[in-house]
Antibody
Framework: QLQLQESGPGLVQPSETLSLTCTVS??????????WAWIRQPPGKGLEWIGN???????YYNPSLKSRVTISVDTSKNQFSLKLSSVTAADTAVYYC??????????WGQGTLVTVSS | QTVVTQEPSLTVSPGGTVTLTCASS?????????PNWFQQKPGQTPRALIY???NKHSWTPARFSGSLLGDKAALTLSGAQPEDEADYYC?????????FGGGTKLTVL
């Protein structure tokens, strides 16, 4: 059974960089036709696709966040990561990682709440 | 900025049928948008229901089905159960990125 687990600081200072890692277990991240994604959900609001990455390192981003986001992959650790720079209170959200077979979206992590506050 | 629009809220009677829709500001939704549907209950992680318009995951209850309806993607629930009360989100592919709809709050009452 594939499992994804997000990890990282739960509190980030305004203007700093938010960094999260998703660890994949029960399957390899280096598999063809599967992308690995980050999604977020502000408290009480809807879902927002942040971006995804292929095991080769090719990444695709939400145009509205593209200038601040970097998603990378570490196949040796079976992990992929999210960095979001210059954060503000508007970036406070539950951040989820997930698997995106092309055209689909199946497995999700449990999510981790990141609060931006001084 | 692409906007994906869903009904903010819908109500269905137990045992009844309801259709949720998903529209794109870029035009008619086709199979090339690979519509996906998700269910999220309060305090829980979203759960994938439908992918690529009408395909079900192994865990998707048979009472859920996906389709294209006119110029929108649609999720139909036939024989609603109390446990189907939840928020439902669609997700559409636009070029090289994906966009979620704002979600539909479904009440079973």
């Amino acid at each position: 059974q594939l499992q994804l687990q997000e990890s990282g600081p739960g509190l980030v200072q305004p203007s700093e960089t938010l960094s999260l890692t998703c660890t994949v277990s029960g399957g390899s991240i280096s598999i063809s036709n599967y992308y690995w994604a980050w999604i977020r959900q502000p408290p009480g609001k809807g879902l927002e696709w942040i971006g995804n990455v292929y095991f080769s390192g090719s990444a695709y981003y939400n145009p509205s966040l593209k200038s601040r986001v970097t998603i990378s992959v570490d196949t040796s650790k079976n992990q992929f990561s999210l960095k979001l720079s210059s954060v503000t209170a508007a970036d406070t959200a539950v951040y989820y990682c997930g698997r995106q077979p092309f055209g689909s979206f199946d497995y999700w992590g449990q999510g981790t709440l990141v609060t931006v506050s001084s | 900025q692409t906007v994906v629009t869903q009904e903010p809220s819908l109500t269905v009677s137990p045992g009844g049928t309801v259709t949720l829709t998903c529209a794109s500001s870029t035009g008619a939704v086709t199979s090339g948008y690979y519509p996906n549907w998700f269910q999220q209950k309060p305090g829980q992680t979203p759960r994938a229901l439908i992918y690529s318009t009408s395909n079900k995951h192994s865990w998707t209850p048979a009472r859920f089905s996906g389709s294209l309806l006119g110029d929108k993607a649609a999720l139909t629930l036939s024989g609603a159960q109390p446990e189907d009360e939840a928020d439902y989100y669609c997700l559409l592919f636009h070029g090289d990125s994906w966009v979620f709809g704002g979600g539909t709050k479904l009440t079973v009452l």
